[in-house]
């Protein structure tokens, strides 16, 4: 029903990210499934037939997702209708007649910046206790945590990095974020200094390859989002014993540090790489929370 014709329309003309390339895909393939289920007849041949009752039916065919991943299903379907009703292969958008489900705002997850530190300069809490090996794989699981906390990079970002990316002279890094656009960071002493060992560590392997990755495997491969998630998770279980730990709570850790030391919010938006403030905004609710924690215990009525 037309979505190879999608597919290529926001992979090429829009210039969305594989993952969400990926994701829109998804989300429609599964809805075509549900019009039309493999074992039995086809009844909906065009997308001129569906109707936002078949929609609606969908959206509320699986009780266990949150209002938030509804949501999220059908805003792709109104991208979806948007581009047939442009291309003139349908007369009416069906999604129209559907509003979004409520859903709550969660704050966004973050660990404690003091113990991130703490762990980035190999101690935990009171004790001097080495957290990353000397090894290459120790170097590398570092600058992972370091590049993510330090410049608040997405987990599509950072695998995305190639070397020529670094400028040492400038002490910056450029980002290729969400539709190819792209943004310069800067990058503190720490990470610059944590960059070159993690770069002469990986000459020192002598990798018989030709990875176009910054970081890699410790066979010397093109890293991935998996790898990356999973030395995320294998270093904050350290600090933290929240479900979330992921690379995008070290985003959210970075974002949320830079507003409590006093950035200005438009700053963080360009760090950030987001369309609109509004996206940034978020983080000045954590910020809130935090004044009345501190509230709460400093003030003798609190």
Known sequence: MFLGKFIQY????????????????????????FLNPPDEEATITHPEEITHHDIRN?????????????????????????FLLQEGDIKANPTSRLTALKAPKNLPSVVESKKLTDMLDGKLDKEQLPVFSDD????????????????????AEIVGVKESDINFYENTIKVLGKRNKQRIIPLNNELVTQLKAYIAAKES??????????????????????LIYLIVQKYLSNISTQNKKSPHVLRHTFAT???????????????????????????????????KSIYKQAHPKG
């Open 257 to 291: 540090t830079l507003l409590n030391n006093g950035a200005d919010l438009n700053a963080i938006k360009e760090l950030l790489g987001h369309a609109n403030l509004s996206a940034t905004q978020i983080y000045t609710h954590n910020s809130v929370e935090r004044l």
């Open 136 to 155: 290459f794989e120790g170097i590398r699981d570092k600058t992972v945590i370091e590049l993510l906390f330090g410049t608040g990079m997405r987990l």
């Open 10 to 33: 926001i992979q090429y003309e829009k210039r969305y990210s594989p993952h969400t390339v990926s994701a829109y895909q998804s989300d429609l393939e599964q809805f075509m499934r």
């Open 205 to 226: 392997e002598n990798f018989h390859n030709n990875s176009l990755t910054f970081l890699v495997t410790t066979k010397g491969d093109n890293v991935y989002p998996k």
């Open 58 to 82: 969908w959206m509320v065919a699986d009780e266990t997702l949150a209002p938030r991943s509804v949501n999220r299903k059908l805003a792709t379907l109104r991208k979806y209708f948007k």
